[in-house]
């Protein structure tokens, strides 16, 4: 079994900063491709960005500029830092992590459980 848990959402002013983090913990061999996606309320949920375990990072266009993805492998960790915060970025914001938990190289798919952004003054 794996899990995530994410921490850093909040209320933030705009053009203010925040940082989230998600860590991964469980029964994992490896970890591929880890991601942050959000949902606000009415729309679908979307990809915000994403980090693979090697290679580039890949941004939706509202956030270019502004977020940065990352991740520390040593810790099965991942971070959004999010900075010029807008109203328009609030939402649920989950971690994904692709997790092979065994030689056999399979990868699963794991959820967070979200966490709250709110932009507003």
């Known amino acids: 079994q794996v899990q995530l848990v994410e921490s850093g959402g909040g209320l933030v002013q705009p053009g203010g900063s925040l940082r989230l983090s998600c860590a991964a913990s469980?029964?994992?061999?490896?970890?591929?491709?880890m991601g942050w996606y959000r949902q606000a309320p009415g729309k679908e949920r979307e990809l915000v960005a994403a980090?693979?375990?090697?290679?580039?990072?890949k941004y939706a266009d509202s956030v270019k500029g502004r977020f940065t993805i990352s991740r520390d492998n040593a810790k099965n960790t991942v971070y959004l830092q999010m900075n010029s915060l807008k109203p328009e970025d609030t939402a649920v914001y989950y971690c994904k992590a692709m997790v092979v938990v065994n030689a056999a190289l399979y990868e699963y798919e794991y959820w967070g459980q979200g966490t709250q952004v709110t932009v507003s003054s």
């Open positions: 980090i693979p375990s090697g290679g580039s990072t």
């Open positions: 469980g029964n994992i061999f490896s970890i591929n491709d």
